[in-house]
């Protein structure tokens, strides 16, 4: 028989086989579903390429040629950028002033705005409402078209400033719009987190459980396999010969799998595919542009499957045909690399360059999740023979049995507590990054709760007519102060506004300065000081006077803070309006604490709950599938002993020792190796540790769940095992 068709013969006899091995049935829908999600998942880490490239092309595209940066480029239009908010995330506001007719408009508008006109994104009308916008920017004259638009979902203004509030002396002139290097001067990717971050995340939420689920599903029903591994290789077939028939038992679940994989993947191709949890919107443009490359990943994941799978079935030629139970050399490699990838990952904040710390903190992070189960296996397979050696000596059948099956087998503890592991691991960092992100952002939040817009700044303080034309624009039932804020020595923040403000704050009218105290001022104002520095320390005074005459000072800063009557809340999109229109081009009605940063960690936020749910929901799979092989294993190998010993004793003695045991050790080492590495983002904004109670209290249910499972599983195998000639 030539090599080919002892080859194809070996592939369709593991094809026929796949179904009737041990625990068949679980293996090919495990191999199917882990190839789909690895395939989604390899899939993922290309479309996000692509989406950072994509998004940065079109923000270079349309970025500013600034003539300070091309001198030899005529200037042929002003340019200004601020920036601004809408539900709490930070967004772009581009000022235009064209300067010749024959200039292309920015890409994205079908023409140039005109004076007090504005464009808007999609997604920022629909969240913020045409009226909103309008009142805020002037009229609504289009939308901005999604070719000039980083992301589908991208929240953008263009508008161009009234011929009275034009102000050519904060614009910048430009030649046109079109950069080639660098990543651009605007757009929501300088909002939020860059790359790097989200794949540190993505490898440790996403493909870590991924890789879990393959390796539990390549191993599922192993002990029956590797008998026959090693009987072909006793019968002396080649390791060619048996690498067919291996690959030809997965063969069909895996392509099953591939396909179930390309089908998940289409719907990006053909639209845009919005992301839960969070406010991105994934472009199909962004990956059509990769389809070459996802074309090829369909290919490669499956054979990379299928390799795995013959590398992981036993190499060693057997040196006789009796049947023997199959030892493998154990890897020492996780046992050395664990203790360093521990060390490494604490130390990597005070070692590493800042912008490389999270990434080198989460591939250390990675290695300790990957190395300790190995490592937790190692520990009870050299704790096995003691158990043993205590339990003949006790006369503890139940002990006796676990510690021999315990030294023997510490694969399948290994297997038993790396989801286990895992999960915890992941938990613990969802519950550490939570708690700083939201530090970071409480004391924002926390204001907003209690203020809402009952108080707002104001900022920039403009020229005299302009303040008292913007003063008499306010709706009647807005008060206006105008504040200066000094900065040097203790610092002094001054105050003051006409007689019906300050009433407004319980403030005496009087034109002469009269200090307050911070502590016994009312709570808005004393919200707004605190906001302003004088919770430090710093002299606050008030005087009753014109609040568009607060002359400037060397070592001061100036801005307004609006007051409703009655504590009412304030239109913000009115005020940012009608500071437009009447104060400056640049001005900014914002909340008394600034809160540009929150839509970072607002975003942040959203993409760790969606990966770490995604996370978990994989390695719950891989922890479900693990556990119904290994159990049906347990029970096949425990079932024998019903002839001597009836009852369920020695079964839930036997499962104590070997599963609960491992399971609740994985579990303390877990939840205190995971707090421990969690030391770098806890020295940023400390976490309760005991948020780790509920955690650990969870993780050893879990590990007695599975203990009652096994039992469970064990003593139904015994109660229909009839002996057979294996």
Not at 148 to 160: D, H, I, K, S
Not at 403 to 426: K, S
Not at 449 to 473: C, I, M, N, W
Not at 661 to 669: C, D, G, H, I, W
């Amino acid at each position: 028989m030539t090599t080919g068709r002892l080859a194809s013969q070996l592939w369709r006899i593991g094809a026929s086989t796949a179904h009737r091995a041990e625990a068949g049935r679980i293996r090919s829908w495990a191999l199917a579903l882990a190839t789909a999600l690895l395939t989604l998942a390899v899939g993922g880490l290309a479309v996000t390429d692509a989406s950072f490239d994509g998004r940065t092309q079109r923000t270079l595209e349309r970025s500013p040629r600034l003539t300070a940066a091309y001198p030899d480029e005529p200037v042929r239009a002003l340019w200004r950028w601020d920036p601004a908010e809408a539900d709490g995330l930070a967004y772009d506001v581009i000022h235009l002033e064209p300067l010749t007719d024959r200039l292309t408009p920015p890409p994205g508008l079908p023409r140039w705005p005109l004076p007090g006109e504005a464009f808007a994104s999609r997604a920022l009308l629909d969240a913020s409402g045409e009226d909103a916008v309008a009142a805020q920017y002037g009229r609504l004259a289009g939308v901005i078209d999604p070719a000039g638009l980083e992301a589908p979902g991208e929240f953008l203004v263009y508008t161009r400033p009234t011929a009275a509030m034009l102000d050519r002396s904060v614009m910048q002139g430009i030649s046109g719009f079109g950069e080639t290097t660098g990543t651009g001067v605007l757009g929501e990717h300088l909002h939020y987190f860059g790359k790097g971050e989200l794949l540190a995340a993505y490898a440790g939420f996403v493909l870590l459980p991924v890789a879990l689920l393959v390796t539990i599903a390549v191993r599922t029903g192993a002990a029956a396999r590797d008998r026959r591994t090693m009987l072909l290789a006793a019968l002396g077939s080649s390791w060619f010969a048996r690498a067919c028939y291996t690959a030809g038992e997965a063969a069909r679940p895996v392509a099953l799998g591939a396909a179930a994989g390309a089908v998940a993947t289409l719907p990006a191709l053909l639209t845009d595919i919005p992301f839960p949890s969070t406010t991105f919107i994934l472009a199909a443009r962004d990956v059509r542009a990769v389809a070459p490359l996802l074309a090829g990943i369909l290919v490669a994941v499956p054979v990379a499957t299928l390799l795995v799978t013959v590398l992981a079935q036993p190499r060693r030629r057997a040196r006789a045909t009796r049947p023997t139970a199959v030892h493998t050399r154990r890897a020492t490699w996780s046992l050395w690399l664990f203790p360093v990838a521990l060390l490494f990952t604490v130390r990597v904040v005070d070692l590493a360059p800042p912008d490389t710390v999270v990434i080198l903190y989460a591939t250390g992070y990675l290695l300790v999740l990957v190395t300790l189960p190995s490592a937790i296996g190692t520990g009870v397979s050299l704790l096995g023979p003691h158990l043993a050696t205590l339990g003949y000596r006790r006369g503890a059948a139940g002990l006796l049995l676990a510690g021999r099956r315990m030294a023997a087998a510490p694969h399948t503890v290994t297997r038993l507590v790396a989801a286990l592991v895992i999960a915890i691991g992941i938990a613990v960092q969802i519950q550490v990054w939570t708690a700083s992100l939201t530090a970071a952002g409480q004391g924002a939040v926390d204001s907003r709760h209690r203020l809402g817009t009952s108080v707002l700044r104001v900022a920039p303080y403009a020229e005299p007519a302009k303040v008292q034309a913007f003063h008499d624009a306010l709706p009647p039932e807005v008060h206006a102060l105008a504040v200066r804020v000094h900065t040097e020595g203790r610092g002094r923040v001054e105050l003051v506004g006409d007689c019906p403000a300050l009433r407004e704050l319980r403030i005496p009218c009087n034109v002469r300065p009269q200090p307050i105290s911070f502590a016994t001022s009312g709570p808005r104002l004393r919200e707004y000081l605190g906001g302003a520095g004088a919770a430090d320390g710093m002299e606050v005074v008030v005087r009753s006077g014109d609040i568009a005459q607060l002359p400037a000072a060397a070592d001061a800063g100036r801005e307004l803070v609006l007051f409703g009557t009655g504590g009412r809340q304030l239109p913000l999109a009115t005020l940012n309006g009608v500071a437009h229109r009447h104060l400056a081009m640049t001005a900014r009605v914002d909340y008394v604490l600034n809160g540009g940063g929150l839509g970072k960690l607002t975003i942040a936020a959203g993409w760790l709950r969606l990966l770490s749910t995604a996370g978990i929901t994989i390695v719950c799979l891989s922890a479900g599938i693990g556990a119904i092989t290994d159990f049906l294993r347990f029970g096949r190998e425990l079932a024998p002993l019903s002839v001597i010993a009836p009852g369920t004793r020695l079964y839930g003695a036997v499962a104590g020792w070997s599963l609960l045991l491992p399971a609740v050790l994985a579990s303390l080492a877990g939840v205190g190796l995971a707090w421990w590495l969690a030391a770098p983002v806890r020295s940023v904004a400390p976490s309760d540790p005991l948020g780790l109670a509920s955690l650990t209290s969870g993780a050893l249910l879990c590990a007695l769940a599975l203990t009652v499972w096994g039992a469970a599983t064990a003593l139904r195998a015994a109660a229909g095992w009839r002996p057979v000639g294996d």
